[in-house]
């Protein structure tokens, strides 16, 4: 039973709706040509070798160099990209992509299919870190042409033509890469791609730099002659920086949400939720189900009735997310798959429910009315998380439970969660991506319970009824078959409380108003940038 | 006199080897108390990573081998001058250090300078005119910006100069879209250091203000003062020939160890202002777990260290040579 | 003894210091009384400017600052005098023994000095800090450990002219034991160095303290000033009472420390009001 963990985009009939397309994402008067583009990104990439890690920041950044075979629209079907077109036999298991002609890389040579049949078998599918699976269909890939590539598979893979993004699966110059371990090459951090933008120098800490590459394919494009890309470590100093007009655009919610509604007041400054609908993260409270206390399903359903989820919403974040229902992100709603018939843990006496659960539960009130003690820890991606976690440990104050907080660094809180499972509760967020299949299952699944694994299931909850459910709906191609299996799903993950679901999580970008055309897929900050232009 | 101080040299540098060695094998040993390596922080940076996936990684830093072969590696490398390969940034580490050291040097020297010479300065008129106004002021603002917490400072410089009056920019070391070259670019980074180099040195001045000031309070007890007094001399000219040169020692010790703390100290200012030094990129390595990094960076700050020791020991013995080089 | 306090007692600027030193003192000891609750309490709406419903305002979860400054007093105090001992009583102990014997004892104390030195000493705290996870108990001991060193370096420079003044020559050639010398001649007059020093560690390392926690190494169940303005700091144009109320009493307290420093260092030494 083959389950797609871990493609990147999903199977069709998982396709979230994105009807209304906000009136400035269609360009507002004629692009103007020239002008250089100040972007914040945070953290630093750790390289560009975007063949290599799917760290978040270097897609922010490597996909003005790299590009795919294919792009998107904002209902999330493939467009021509370095592919011209594609076809896919009756089979499924022969796709044919016709290549765009006269496309050259940064040094002049020729893109051909040779390049593609490199970049998917010798580099992704052995370096990639969702490549693997991705690919693991692809036997090989006959170039009869130049500008013909071939892939055969060994079984149907319609997943797979999600997954060919710039962002995704970029194409590398065969004539570079492949020369050389691929692992430690010395390209990799100056990369050599077909995209509208050239890499020209990278300096660590400061910033990186791209030029306007004048023979692109897209005739016309870019508009832009050059993006730099700035790192600056504090949150407050890259809020002024926008303040400021030194930079133009911040996504991934690099400016803190109590920045953004600080700037987002101001007249030159415009904000964004929309570009990130391929990521559809999630906040969550983690259990570690296979010890007490929490291997009590009514000790964690406790849990989750006293969180005040629109206090955090507000307090915390900032007003940016809507409360969570359950595994599935309510991006889902239009395509049937989520479903709000579950257990409402949201409630307003939630902290009375709360206690009188604990009560039936076996657990009363002790000395100083605490029932028992826990450790809280707390993910190390930033300050939110500890607010969050010392908010929690007052909700769990009010039902007597007495809440220790633990802050570790990203290594050591991995190696504890992960590894170790050793942990009582851990606040964190997942991404669920484009398909419940790539981004849910990780979650819940028996399979993925695997020690040394990160970002799958560290709760190591699982019933043979969800895994079944699960497995079932991964080669479903029915859309209302798929839908209720997942209804079914949802039920009995939130009824059990193995996480709980706190809220549906809102990334910002915050820009200049001058930057315009940028927002033109909903990869967002995840595309090329070739439409982007600047006001003068 | 001249062989002496030059034994004395050599004798020194040859006692700090085993000194470097000691602190590495010691950092070293402190690093590996932490759990968590490399490869946990690229996986978390990645966000999912198969165990296969993480295997290979570790096999790739040399992660998979017993501790005491990563440490006799390492040494080996040190001694042969090859501070190793960062695989977080992908560079080896000299080179990363290099391209660092420029800006944080920059930086400290600047502020180095200014607070020494403001301190002295201030010092010396608070001594002279001892506990009138100008002394309690002095003393009272010393006070004051060595109390304030340095990341307060910079954070309340970029609000006030940089956001609200825009006399300054609010980070970096350049204007990053700007590439400007020669003269400009030498205009702009000192443009862009103001702010930074203000912060740090609003800190360290205090320190020398003071310390100078009770320096040349004790001093002004000794008997060549009496002498020199009794000699005729005023007080300026005792102030200037006798007592300043005496009274910078402790100044000059407490200045040598400040030094030899250059690149810690200014891990807060860094960060604030987003100035591409050695002091950011340790705290980052050490939040990534990258060992060959962050034990490059303190091998080169203990290198330093030792060296700016050694010249102050020196002009320590310059400037009173009642002590012996021993 | 008397002439010293009377001494004391003219400089007004100390007297002010002792007087924010005892308020100080005294907040910390009355937190409990006056804020029974716990600081980490949300107990208003967040965001509340000072004198809307509580006296310094409310931060992000609606805790109320004063309570937190109050109750923070205690244990930055603690961190910042607990500390300090420490580093002094080694620091003091290792330099006066390397200035006054000199030779192979001088040469591997000041080996180990240096040992400790060679590591910028904030970067040693973060990396303690980090290694021992964030705790009242690992801050205390990474201030410590990074601050000695630059007293044994003082005190070692001290004995090192002082001992070849003539007065100390003077002693051992008259026979008298080392303990003595150190204790009754050589001590004292470095003790004016040490106290200015030592005062000024004690502010150091509320501001260490402040530092670590504004780069997230705080102990999370215990509030600080630190951490106050640590949890602000991302708050700064919304919210600027989180950071400046706690930073105030930073500054408050580091200054009554070095007024009281000061004021002690001339007290010690009556033959320094005319130059």
Same mark, same amino acid.
């Given at each position: 039973m083959r389950v797609a963990r871990r493609t990147a985009l999903g199977v069709l009939s998982a396709v979230p709706l994105l009807c209304a397309v906000p009136?400035?994402?269609?360009? *507002?008067g004629t692009p103007q040509a020239g002008g250089t583009l100040v972007m914040v990104v945070q953290p630093e990439p750790p390289t560009l070798a975007s063949y290599q890690s799917t760290s978040g920041p270097i897609g922010q950044v490597a996909t003005k160099v790299y590009e795919g075979l294919l792009e998107y629209d904002f209902e999330l079907k493939p467009q021509p990209g370095l592919a011209r077109s594609w076809s896919v036999s009756a089979d499924g298991k022969t796709i044919t992509f016709m290549l765009q002609e006269g496309v050259k890389f940064h040094d002049g040579k020729p893109f051909t299919s040779e390049d593609v049949k490199f970049t998917i078998l010798d580099v992704l599918k052995k370096t990639h870190p969702r490549g693997l699976n991705t690919f693991r269909a692809v036997e090989t890939i006959d170039t %009869? $042409? %130049? @500008?013909t590539a071939v892939f055969r598979l060994s079984e149907p893979a319609p997943y797979m033509l999600m997954a060919l993004s710039g962002y995704e699966s970029p194409m590398l110059p065969k004539h570079v890469f492949?020369?050389?371990d691929i692992a430690k090459h010395p390209s990799a951090d100056r990369p050599v791609g077909t995209g509208p933008f050239r890499f020209v120098e990278w300096q660590k800490g400061q910033f990186m730099r791209f030029d306007r $590459? %004048? /023979?692109?394919?897209?005739?016309?494009? %870019?508009? &832009?002659?050059r993006i730099v890309a700035r790192f600056i470590a504090d949150g407050s100093t890259r809020a002024a920086a926008l303040e400021t007009q030194e930079a133009h655009i911040a996504g991934f919610s690099a400016v803190l949400p109590v920045d953004v509604r600080r700037l987002e007041k101001m007249p030159h400054i415009a904000i964004t939720t929309r570009g990130y609908e391929m990521q559809s993260p999630i906040v969550e409270l983690d259990f570690n189900t296979k010890a007490k206390p929490f291997d009590d399903a009514k000790v964690r359903q406790a849990v989750a009735y006293a969180v005040d989820r629109k206090f955090v919403i507000d307090n915390v974040w900032f007003g940016f997310g809507r409360p969570a229902t359950g595994p599935i992100n309510s991006n889902f709603k239009a395509t049937g798959l989520y479903t709000s018939d579950v257990t409402n843990y949201n409630v307003p006496n939630g902290v009375d429910v709360a206690n009188k659960l604990l009560d039936d539960a076996g657990y009363a009130r002790g000395a100083g009315g605490v029932r028992f003690e826990i450790v809280h820890d707390v993910t190390p991606y930033g300050e939110e998380w500890r607010r969050f976690g010392e908010y929690v440990q007052q909700q769990l104050a009010k039902i007597g439970i007495k809440a220790t907080l633990r802050y570790e660094d990203v290594p050591t809180w991995l190696r504890r969660v992960y590894t170790n499972y050793d942990y009582q509760l851990t606040n964190n967020w997942i991404q669920t991506l484009a398909d419940p299949v790539i981004g849910v299952h990780r979650l819940y699944h028996s399979k993925l319970i695997r020690a040394g694994t990160v970002f799958v299931n560290g709760t190591r909850w699982s019933t043979p009824e969800t895994d079944s459910l699960m497995d079932r709906a991964s080669v479903e191609t029915d859309a209302k078959k798929r839908a209720t299996l997942y209804h079914e799903f949802q039920k009995r993950v939130v009824q059990e409380s193995p996480i709980v679901f706190v809220h549906e999580l809102d990334f910002v970008t915050v820009h200049s108003?001058? &930057? *315009?055309?940028? @927002?033109?897929?909903? @990869?967002g900050i995840y595309? $090329?940038? /070739?439409q982007a232009w600047l006001q003068k | 006199m001249l062989i002496a101080k030059l034994r004395f040299a050599a004798r020194r540098v040859l006692l700090a080897a085993p000194t470097l060695l000691v602190i590495v094998v010691l950092n070293f040993g402190l690093l590996q108390l932490a759990p968590g390596d490399a490869a946990d922080v690229l996986a978390g940076e990645a966000g999912a990573a198969t165990p296969e996936y993480m295997v290979q990684l570790r096999q790739k830093f040399g992660l998979d081998q017993p501790v005491y072969v990563r440490l006799a590696k390492y040494v080996g490398n040190i001694a042969s001058f090859d501070l190793g390969f960062s695989f977080r940034h992908n560079q080896p580490v000299a080179q990363l250090i290099l391209a660092r050291l420029g800006p944080t040097l920059l930086l400290m020297v600047s502020v180095l300078l200014l607070a020494v010479g403001a301190g002295v300065l201030l010092g010396a008129l608070a001594a002279r005119h001892l506990n009138r106004w100008q002394d309690n002021v002095i003393s009272l603002v010393a006070v004051l910006t060595y109390a304030t917490p340095v990341f307060w400072a910079g954070l309340m410089l970029i609000v006030v100069f940089s956001v609200k009056l825009g006399w300054f920019p609010t980070s970096g070391m350049e204007a990053v879209a700007a590439f400007h070259t020669g003269w400009t670019r030498i205009a702009d980074i000192a443009h862009h250091l103001v702010l930074p180099a203000v912060t740090l040195t609003l800190f360290y001045l205090a320190l020398y203000t003071r310390l100078m000031r009770a320096s040349i309070i004790e001093q002004s007890t000794m008997d060549y003062v009496t002498t020199a007094r009794a000699k005729g001399l005023n007080e300026r000219q005792v102030l200037l020939w006798h007592l300043l040169r005496n009274a910078c020692l402790p100044v000059l010790t407490m200045a040598g160890v400040q030094a030899g703390a250059l690149l810690g100290g200014a891990v807060v200012v860094e960060t604030v202002f987003a100035w591409p030094g050695l002091g950011l990129l340790a705290y980052d390595s050490l939040f990534a777990r990258d060992l060959n990094l962050l034990l490059g960076i303190f091998f080169v700050s203990a290198c330093l260290v030792v060296a700016v020791n050694l010249a102050v020991d020196m002009l320590y013995a310059l400037l009173d040579p009642r002590i012996e080089l021993r | 003894m008397s002439e010293i306090f009377r001494r004391f007692a003219r400089n007004r600027p100390a007297l002010v210091g002792v007087g924010v030193l005892l308020a100080v003192a005294a907040l910390a000891l009355l937190a409990p009384a006056l804020y029974p609750q716990s600081p980490f309490e949300m107990v208003g709406k967040p965001f509340e400017p000072p004198l809307a419903s509580t006296l310094l305002g409310t931060d992000q979860l609606g805790r109320d600052v004063t309570a937190a400054v109050a109750h923070g007093a205690r244990v930055t105090l603690l961190i910042g005098l607990v500390a300090t001992f420490i580093a002094i009583l080694l620091g003091a102990t290792l330099g006066g023994i390397a200035g006054y014997f000199g030779g192979w004892v001088d040469t591997l104390l000041m080996r180990l000095t240096e040992i400790f030195q060679t590591i910028p000493f904030f970067l040693f705290a973060i990396l303690l800090v980090a290694v021992l996870t964030p705790s009242v108990g690992s801050v205390v001991f990474a201030i410590a450990v990074v601050s000695w060193p630059p007293m044994a370096r003082l005190v070692r420079s001290e004995f090192l002219s002082m001992r070849n003044r003539e007065f100390v020559q003077a002693c051992v050639g008259m026979g008298m034991g080392h303990w003595r010398i150190i204790l009754r001649h050589i001590l004292p007059n470095s003790l004016s160095a040490i106290i200015v020093t030592g005062s000024l560690m004690v502010a150091t390392a509320i501001l260490i303290e402040s530092g670590l926690s504004f780069l997230g190494l705080t102990d999370p169940n215990v509030m600080s000033w630190g951490f106050i303005i640590g949890s602000g700091r991302t708050v700064l144009p919304t919210a600027w009472w989180v950071i400046v109320m706690p930073g105030i009493a930073i500054l408050l307290t580091v200054m009554a420390i070095n007024l009281v420093g000061e004021g002690l260092n001339d007290a010690l030494n009556p033959r320094l009001r005319h130059l």
């Open positions: 009136a400035y994402v269609v360009a *507002q %009869p $042409n %130049p @500008l492949g020369t050389g $590459n %004048p /023979d692109y394919w897209k005739k016309g494009r %870019p508009y &832009l002659e108003k001058r &930057l *315009q055309g940028f @927002l033109v897929s909903p @990869l595309a $090329n940038f /070739d | - | -």
